[in-house]
């Protein structure tokens, strides 16, 4: 059964830094995408960043690139968010989703398993 388990999460001042980890188990992930996603309140899930586990390919939405940086590490087979030069406009629930595919895809449909979120809030 696959599990994703994120933490990392917490209050900061903005311009600080968080760096969320999505500790992945159940299968081996080499065939899968990895994204992380987040949601503010009264607003829709919106994607954040992607990456392919086998080639180690990102994408990251408009909003936090040059910012965000997505990463992985096989052996802990862990997928990680950096997240530097935070506004309060970040704040959200974050989540960690895999998707069952070696492509890149923001579609929230796209992805099969997720993770139980965890809290950013960024401090003014």
């Known amino acids: 059964q696959v599990q994703l388990v994120e933490s990392g999460g917490g209050l900061v001042q903005a311009g600080g830094s968080l760096r969320l980890s999505c500790a992945a188990s159940g299968r081996t992930f080499s065939s899968y995408t990895m994204g992380w996603f987040r949601q503010a309140p009264g607003k829709e899930r919106d994607f954040v960043a992607a990456l392919i586990w086998s080639g180690g390919n990102t994408y990251y939405a408009d909003s936090v690139k040059g910012r965000f940086t997505i990463f992985r590490d096989n052996a802990k087979n862990t997928v990680y968010l950096q997240m530097n030069r935070l506004k309060p406009e970040d704040t959200a629930v974050y989540y960690c989703?895999?998707?069952?595919?070696?492509?890149?895809?923001?579609?929230?449909?796209?992805?099969?398993?997720w993770g139980q979120g965890t809290q950013v809030t960024v401090s003014s």
């Open positions: 989703a895999a998707a069952y595919r070696a492509a890149v895809t923001i579609g929230i449909a796209d992805y099969d398993y």
